[in-house]
């Protein structure tokens, strides 16, 4: 869409209830003590809502990963990367 994401994201809706205004993506955060990590995508309409969502059952599988791209860093000359760059995407 070639939009300034630094605009559009809308981090917080507190006291906000309602639609949120055009060209703007909003994120939603809860944190409970036992959860791992449970994260939801919702594409979402007037008329119909798409969900995508990751359950994680350990922790382990986050320390992967991280240790996956730090192999992955050790390998590279200096410069700036992203998960992307990591997971060659």
Do not use: P
């Not at 630094?6 to 906000?16: C, D, E, L, P, T």
């Not at 955060?29 to 994680?56: C, P, Y």
């Not at 990963?65 to 000359?77: E, F, P, R, V, Y």
Request: charged share 25%; with cysteine.
């Amino acid at each position: 869409m070639n939009h300034d994401f630094k605009k559009m994201a809308i981090y917080s809706r507190v006291g906000n209830i309602g639609a949120r205004k055009k060209n703007t993506i909003g994120f939603s955060v809860i944190r409970t003590g036992s959860t791992v990590g449970n994260h939801t995508i919702i594409f979402a309409n007037k008329h119909e809502h798409i969900k995508i969502t990751h359950q994680a059952t350990d922790r382990s599988i986050f320390a992967k990963g991280a240790i996956k791209s730090a192999i992955w860093l050790c390998k590279k000359d200096k410069g700036f990367f992203s998960m992307n760059d990591v997971l060659k995407l």
